[in-house]
């Protein structure tokens, strides 16, 4: 749900199974956004794929379950999970929750996504900070220029 949502740890963790439900044909999420502010989250169908299959039959309670089945999953306990499963798939250290927030933005803006959409679904209420996020902002070979020498002179700039 960070990677595929974009998703705070908070607002994943804090998530409650009567939150997730259906909305105008999408699977959705209610969570819970800095400040209180509700928000709806559109599901991608691999993480509702997820989620029911983890869900299973529960119907009430926070969706991630510490390991006894009844307490909220710490956030202490999340960020070793990341760690361990980052480092069993041979990726770099320094991976946490928020950076795969990031790295949401930064691919969804990759993408062609509108960054007033990516900012929307992050919850920002301002663009600057969305744009923060896009990690691939410097990159040259964005610039705005070739796109625009092309389509003016219909060859390569």
């Known amino acids: 749900m960070l990677t595929f949502c974009g998703l705070r740890i908070s607002e994943a ?16 999420l209610k969570v819970t956004r800095k400040g209180g502010k509700s928000a709806r989250v559109a599901l991608a169908p691999t993480v509702v794929r997820s989620l029911d299959t983890y869900l299973e039959a529960r119907t009430d309670g926070p969706i991630f379950l510490a390991t006894n089945g009844v307490d909220r999953y710490g956030y202490k306990v999340a960020y070793e999970q ?8 041979g990726l770099p250290a320094g991976v946490t929750p928020h950076s795969l927030r990031h790295s949401y933005a930064t691919e969804s803006l990759r993408l062609g996504a509108a960054l007033q959409d990516v900012q ?13 996020y896009d990690r691939s902002r410097h990159k040259l070979d964005r610039s705005p220029n070739y796109l625009l020498a092309t389509a003016l002179t219909s060859e390569d700039a």
């Open 13 to 28: 963790l804090g998530a409650q199974v009567r939150d997730y439900g259906h909305d105008q044909g999408h699977r959705v």
């Open 82 to 89: 990341l760690g361990r499963l980052c480092r069993s798939a």
């Open 120 to 132: 929307d679904a992050l919850g920002h209420a301002d663009l600057r900070t969305t744009r923060r």
